[in-house]
């Protein structure tokens, strides 16, 4: 047994032979207690969602480079991916994110981060020297990032047992309730200026929404007062929000089909989502 002692100090003695099989047993007991606060098929159905909502953020920015009336609405689906990471980083944390496997690396990370860098380039590339591209090749840095990001999450998904018990519920704080509010309304107007506003509504929109997330993101590191909502959230507001950004998705993707969406039906669409928020807010969440 190798034995570290404190620089300065006397090394320890050498433990009984009987000692020694019991610091073994107890290696045992505190690998299975630290499964016991790791919820690795939370994490796994976490990961499989954040990649299908990435490959879908990286397909949209694929097909609609060189489209520069579509820059406005990609900057407030970008805000709406921003706070989907958010969410997402607090959530894992309260999973045991720390302790995963498929969490424990930057594989992942980085599989994105490369994908998403490349798109960029190539985004600017086309746009500037106007490279007419084949669909195909704008489905690919999609299909990576899902490949990339989804495979390790559905081998660690099959290979994860059910939960038997899921995290208790609890009523959510006024703080959270709000803020949950806040969040919705966002996602509300995300979706009405995607699909309802005209090019200057939607860029003055657009740049609104990324000075909020960047000033929410700053107070929530200098302060801890915010609520860490992806933490506390339940199945209702998860779904609620998730309604949200995919309708916002959808939207995006009928400009790029160039399919007109009428705009009596895109302000009740916003309004719709608004409401699912505001009543998601006042049921009861996760006890984190």
């Known amino acids: 047994m190798e034995q570290r002692p404190i620089d300065g100090a006397r090394p320890l003695p050498q433990p009984e032979p009987p000692i020694a099989l019991a610091y073994l047993d107890?290696?045992?007991?505190?690998?299975?207690?630290?499964?016991?606060?790791?919820?690795?098929?939370?994490?796994?159905?976490?990961?499989?969602?954040?990649?299908?909502?990435?490959?879908?953020?990286?397909?949209?920015?694929?097909?609609?480079?060189?489209?520069?009336?579509?820059?406005?609405?990609?900057?407030?689906?970008?805000?709406?991916?921003?706070?989907?990471?958010?969410?997402?980083?607090?959530?894992?944390?309260?999973?045991?994110?720390?302790?995963?496997?498929?969490?424990?690396?930057?594989?992942?990370?980085?599989?994105?981060?490369?994908?998403?860098?490349?798109?960029?380039?190539?985004?600017?590339?086309?746009?500037?020297?106007?490279?007419?591209?084949?669909?195909?090749?704008?489905?690919?840095?999609?299909?990576?990032?899902?490949?990339?990001?989804g495979v390790p999450a559905l081998r660690e998904l099959r290979r994860t047992p059910r939960a038997t018990a899921g995290a208790p519920r609890r009523p959510m704080t006024?703080?959270?309730?709000?803020?949950?509010?806040?969040?919705?309304?966002?996602?509300?107007?995300?979706?009405?200026a995607i699909g309802g506003a005209d090019a200057l509504v939607t860029s003055v929109l657009a740049?609104?929404?990324?000075?909020?997330?960047?000033?929410?993101?700053i107070a929530g590191r200098v302060s801890r007062r915010l609520p860490a909502l992806g933490a506390v959230w339940a199945w209702p507001q998860w779904s609620a929000f998730a309604v949200g950004g995919a309708a916002a998705a959808a939207l995006l993707i009928t400009e790029l089909l160039g399919v007109s969406v009428p705009a009596g039906v895109v302000a009740p669409l916003a309004g719709v989502i608004l409401v699912l928020c505001v009543a998601s807010a006042l049921l009861e969440g996760r006890d984190a």
């Not at 006024?174 to 966002?186: D, L, P």
């Open 26 to 149: 107890e290696v045992d007991r505190i690998q299975a207690r630290r499964e016991d606060a790791v919820d690795r098929r939370g994490l796994a159905v976490l990961a499989l969602a954040n990649a299908m909502t990435l490959s879908v953020y990286v397909g949209i920015l694929c097909f609609g480079a060189g489209v520069p009336t579509l820059s406005s609405s990609f900057l407030v689906l970008l805000a709406l991916l921003l706070l989907w990471l958010q969410l997402v980083t607090e959530r894992r944390e309260t999973h045991g994110a720390c302790g995963s496997r498929l969490w424990g690396s930057r594989v992942l990370d980085l599989t994105f981060a490369g994908v998403l860098g490349v798109v960029v380039i190539a985004g600017a590339t086309v746009s500037f020297f106007g490279i007419d591209v084949p669909w195909w090749a704008r489905a690919v840095p999609s299909a990576v990032a899902l490949l990339g990001m």
């Open 174 to 192: 006024r703080a959270e309730r709000w803020a949950t509010v806040a969040v919705g309304a966002m996602v509300a107007i995300a979706v009405w």
């Open 207 to 217: 740049v609104a929404m990324m000075t909020a997330y960047v000033a929410w993101w």
